[in-house]
């Protein structure tokens, strides 16, 4: 809410910061009162990030990640393996993934996960643009890389399901201890899958 | 609601997670003496946090929670069983989801319900198993039963006639099986076939393994599957939101 008594492009401002993830009434009164302070190129270039992300980010036609032009770099890349497609949940999650410079394939976003309770069903999802993607031939394998939880598992054994009649390969991330983890805490379900995948020293 | 203590003890089953936040999730969990509750996980979100797993939907996990201001927290918690055959596989995840939902829609916060509980467990045990879709039509019944919605199904439920062996018609608004002579006043509902309505009347007195060692023809299975799906329609005033992704699953792998 607006503090009484603060001008009214000022309430608006608040008003509008109050609206992002995170950002409580004080937050958004400290931001508000921030950019009043800031330099005026300052004020401007946050307002044309904020429209040009609105108009020149668009969703790839391909793998539905975020960009700014159509087929996105990824999929436009003649250097990368297009038998291979990495599925996952969020467009933050190829960040994720290419930070490690181990994957050379493309990618598939699907927008989030299956989730039956609250809803959320394939029809939601971009299950169908992989389905028809995959039928397009040339793909080998599907990694999905889905979160190692109820929903990104669901989503994952129902992806797999679809593309089974296709004959390509379904793989998954593998499951285990992450780095700087207790033993002492881990839960069993991690800690079993961990113990399958075991790896001579 | 009576006095908690500061720090309380419960076993149950994750129902659902919703985020909040950065790190923090809200659990909604069904346990046998506290009911249903919710808590907060902080920093649950986190790679390194030491609760992450045990909390996970569809698992049950021992949890110790304090009391807070609003909601309770959760400040230890240590897995029971993961159900992990269950959740390889889709079919019964899918079916055990639908259970989670069910429990939420139709309980309320803090009621112990020690018996539905064990209802649950037995049930998720029994996925686990690797048995199928009878689990859930087993638990449907006795739920509806232990909350007090059991459909009568000894005579007819508006004039108590005994019912011929015959198709008769089931009618969620009238509470259970309705003669012919009634029909009229039953407020609609749907015929039902003799093997539906012997089922039904099995699963009153048989245990949840018994219910389903005894394997019903698939069309005899399905039918019984809307059956009971009306009543939990009338009596939730709407459908759970799992049951078209089970619809949706058995139909995938009906194609292929």
Redesign the interface.
């Known amino acids: 809410m607006p503090e009484a008594g603060a001008p009214e492009p000022i309430a608006r401002l608040i008003q509008e910061f109050s609206k992002l993830?995170?950002i409580g009434p004080k937050s958004a009164q400290r931001l508000a009162y921030h950019v009043l302070r800031a330099p005026e190129d300052d004020a401007r270039a946050l307002a044309r990030a904020l429209t040009d992300v609105k108009e020149h980010v668009v969703l790839c036609d391909t793998c539905f990640n975020i960009t700014v032009r159509n087929p996105c770099t990824l999929c436009d890349d003649e250097q990368r393996d297009r038998s291979l497609v990495c599925v996952v949940e969020q467009p933050l999650d190829v960040l994720v993934v290419e930070r490690t410079g181990g994957f050379r394939g493309l990618y598939h976003v699907l927008h989030g996960s299956?989730n039956?309770?609250?809803?959320v069903?394939?029809e939601q999802l971009r299950i169908q643009e992989l389905l028809r993607r995959v039928e397009g031939g040339g793909v080998v394998e599907v990694i999905m890389a889905t979160n190692p939880?109820?929903e990104g598992?669901?989503t994952s054994?129902?992806v797999?399901?679809?593309l089974?009649?296709l004959g390509i390969r379904v793989t998954r991330l593998a499951r285990g201890l992450?780095s700087?983890?207790?033993i002492e805490?881990?839960?069993?379900?991690?800690l079993?899958r961990a113990l399958e995948g075991r790896q001579e020293l | 609601m009576a006095a908690r203590p500061r720090v309380y003890r419960a076993e149950g089953v994750i129902l659902r997670r919703r985020n909040l936040g950065e790190a923090d999730s809200i659990l909604t969990v069904f346990s046998g003496h506290e009911g249903k509750f919710e808590a907060i996980a902080r920093g649950v979100r986190k790679a390194r946090s030491r609760m992450r797993g045990h909390l996970e939907p569809l698992t049950r996990s021992r949890v110790l929670v304090a009391q807070g201001r609003n909601l309770d927290v959760f400040t230890q918690a240590e897995t029971v069983d993961a159900y992990r055959r269950l959740r390889e596989s889709l079919d019964a995840s899918a079916e055990a989801l639908y259970c989670l939902e069910l429990v939420d829609r139709f309980t309320v916060e803090r009621e112990p319900l020690p018996d539905l509980y064990a209802l649950l467990v037995t049930a998720l045990d029994l996925l686990e198993a690797g048995n199928g879709a009878a689990v859930t039509r087993h638990f449907e019944l006795r739920l509806l039963a232990l909350l007090g919605y059991e459909p009568h199904v000894d005579g007819c439920v508006l004039c108590g006639e005994r019912l011929p062996e015959e198709e008769t018609l089931l009618s969620p608004a009238a509470g259970g099986l309705v003669c012919r002579r009634c029909r009229a006043e039953a407020g609609g509902g749907r015929i039902v076939a003799v093997p539906v309505v012997k089922l039904m009347r099995f699963a009153r007195r048989a245990t949840a393994a018994e219910f389903v060692a005894l394997a019903a023809p698939p069309e005899v299975a399905q039918e019984l599957r809307a059956a009971v799906a009306d009543l939990v329609r009338y009596h939730l005033d709407r459908d759970p939101n799992a049951r078209r992704f089970v619809e949706g699953v058995s139909a995938l792998e009906r194609k292929d």
């Open positions: 993830p995170g299956l039956p309770i609250d809803g069903g394939p939880s109820l598992e669901a054994m129902y797999q399901r679809l089974q009649p992450p700087g983890a207790d805490y881990m839960d069993d379900l991690t079993s």
